[in-house]
């Protein structure tokens, strides 16, 4: 073990998930590089979990402000 990080880390330029169990606050998040490997893993992981759609990050911080929770169809 060491002690946590004091910086908050640096996001790559890409798209973003959260993907939560269902119910819980808290979650992890998963990059992709273009948008068609985001709606991938949004298909893959949207029946068991709930998967908020974080949006693009260019040069460290996101283009949309507000994530946007994804809803199975």
Partial sequence: MGRPATRPTKLKDGYYIEIRNKGSRSGVKLYSQSKLQMHRAIKMYE???????????????????????HVAD
């Fill in 47 to 69: 029946r068991s979990k709930e998967v908020l759609i974080l949006g693009e990050s260019v040069d460290g911080k996101f283009v949309d402000k507000e994530p946007v929770l």
